[in-house]
């Protein structure tokens, strides 16, 4: 067997992961003002940053089409590539997941040939960033180590629906441009220095808690973290432009809880241009019933 593992990049995995481990990141394409850019090759997190900075219009990102999911599937299938396992973006958030499944029959129709030769293993992310980031790169990890492809596909199929999120948000102003959030609310926040805490869990999207001030916010996301994640589970943080986010949240996550994070994870152009450059977060396993 010839395992590859492939994400796409709104699982935000850094460039030096993503060439230790061996991982696939397929860009998204991103619109912004009158160019088209495609993130990780026209640009890194920080250029993007730098280019949302010199825009006044929020960025759109577009979906992977099935006939290039169907392209990618023969460019393996060519390589010699038995097995690949895709983990892609939140599919209530984008039509990426839904389009990997329809190429399969697509690219089987049309190239029976490969029936008996190659599989694809498509993975709903249910989420974004580190959510199923992490969960690629211990996949990856365990493709290194020559594990099965079926231990690798029963580890997702477990560890992606328990993964969650909470975030806070410092500049309201592209969640609400973006329909994340009601313009009224980010009008309200931005004039009372209210900042929101989201959580992402099960697919979902919502306002956890509200806070005054920046300061609030970290330790808030910090504490709604520790509250619910599995006692003694690995975690990672996440942030953005600012890296003294980075370095606060790690810090007060470690004091807090006995130990540091695994990973950091900044984010990249699909979660910037719904939350804008500069959050802050944690990423876990929640805590189970």
């Known amino acids: 067997m010839k395992i590859k593992i492939m994400t796409d990049s709104a699982s935000d995995i850094s460039a030096a992961d993503e060439k230790r481990f061996s991982i696939a990141v397929l860009p998204f394409e991103v619109m912004l003002g009158d160019k088209n850019y495609l993130s990780r090759v026209d640009f890194d997190e920080e250029g993007f940053y730098n280019l949302m900075n010199t825009c006044n219009e929020i960025p759109k990102t577009s979906q992977i089409t099935p006939y290039r999911f169907e392209e990618i599937y023969l460019e393996n299938a060519e390589e010699g590539i038995t097995d690949l396992v895709l983990v892609l973006i939140n599919s209530e958030g984008s039509a990426t997941y839904a389009n990997s499944l329809l190429a399969i029959d697509m690219f089987y129709d049309d190239y029976p040939e490969y029936k008996d030769t190659f599989k694809v293993y498509a993975f709903d992310g249910q989420g974004y960033n580190a959510m199923y980031g992490e969960p690629v790169k211990e996949a990856a ?18 560890i992606l629906p328990q993964r969650q ?7 309201l102003k592209y969640a609400a441009k973006s329909g994340r959030i009601p313009s009224a609310a980010a009008f309200i926040g931005s004039t009372l220095n209210i900042k929101p805490v989201m959580k992402i869990h099960d697919h979902k999207i919502i306002t956890a808690a509200k806070c005054i001030g920046e300061r609030k916010l970290l330790e808030k996301v910090a504490s709604l973290g520790i509250e619910n994640m599995e006692k003694g589970s690995p975690y990672q943080v996440i942030y953005g432009s600012d890296a003294v986010c980075k ?20 984010i990249g152009a699909a979660v910037a241009a719904n939350a804008g450059p500069k959050v802050v977060g944690v990423c876990f396993n929640v805590k189970k019933d």
Do not use: C, H, N, W
Not at 141 to 158: C, F, H, N, P, R
Not at 165 to 171: L, P
């Open 165 to 171: 999120i909470y975030f806070g948000i410092y500049d």
């Open 247 to 266: 370095e606060e949240i790690e810090r007060k996550m470690s004091e807090l809880l006995g130990y540091p994070p695994t990973g950091a994870f900044r």
């Open 141 to 158: 990890k365990m493709a290194q180590e020559g594990a099965s492809v079926t231990k690798i596909t029963d580890y997702l199929s477990d």
